[in-house]
């Protein structure tokens, strides 16, 4: 399977704990996008990078999310002492950007966050 | 701010009949378009887009959108829907980032 794949799919963890997420895009993406969804909401953009470079970071990312992509290849998104609130599902989506850009995102399946 | 908004939060229809959901976006600039569906417990998938060109563009199964620029919409169109189009339809918009509208949720009876 050559897609974007997320792991784990589902973490169900006790509030204030921390958390980490992983994404690896599809490998000649240069691009990397964290959203979060919640019930019968749109995904909500979070950051995004290109190659290794976090280029944008959205209001709604508070302090205790931080997401990095060190070689350009794979991202973590971590998310530190979590609340109940942060429960949502994470997705993780790659594009290239090039001189004649598709845009298209590919979605991977999303990790499910439950915070108790 | 940028933003992308849907009319329509639940649609339900029956089989055979006509669909059109609305979206409008708030960009300045040059933007890209995009219809996104997500069906039941499965990932997001691309319907179509739209980035120059003809405004009427045609995407997987029978789906059709409109880019009225005079408007900023984008609406998405099918003639006849079926129980298999069951699904949440996103509209997107990119320009660096790519923004969401809420959803629009399509029941199709059979």
């Known amino acids: 399977d050559t897609g974007v794949s997320q792991n784990p799919r589902h973490k169900i963890t006790k509030r204030g704990q921390n958390v980490t997420f992983r994404c690896d895009p599809i490998?000649?993406?240069?691009?990397l996008y964290w959203y979060r969804q919640t019930l019968g909401q749109g995904p909500e953009f979070l950051t995004y990078f290109q190659n290794e470079a976090q280029l944008e970071k959205s209001r709604l990312l508070s302090d205790r999310f931080s997401a990095e992509r060190p070689k350009g290849s794979f991202s973590t998104l971590e998310i530190q002492r979590t609340e109940q609130g942060d429960s949502a599902m994470y997705l993780c989506?790659?594009?290239?950007?090039?001189?004649?850009?598709?845009?298209?995102?590919?979605f991977g399946e999303g990790s499910r966050l439950t915070v108790l | 701010a940028q933003s992308v908004s849907q009319h329509n939060h639940h649609v339900i229809l029956s089989e055979a009949a006509s669909l059109e959901l609305g979206c409008n976006y708030s960009y300045g600039g040059t933007v890209n378009l995009f219809w996104y569906v997500q069906y039941p417990g499965q990932h997001l998938q691309l319907l179509l887009k739209?980035?120059?060109?003809?405004?009427l563009v045609k995407g997987i199964k029978g789906f059709e959108a409109e880019f009225i620029k005079s408007k900023f919409s984008f609406n998405l169109r099918k003639p006849s829907v079926q129980w298999s189009d069951t699904a949440e339809y996103f509209c997107a918009a990119i320009n660096n980032d790519m923004r969401f509208g809420a959803g629009t949720r399509l029941t199709v009876k059979p």
């Open positions: 989506a790659s594009s290239f950007q090039g001189p004649v850009n598709t845009g298209e995102l590919f």
């Open positions: 739209y980035f120059s060109g003809d405004p």
């Open positions: 490998s000649e993406h240069n691009r």
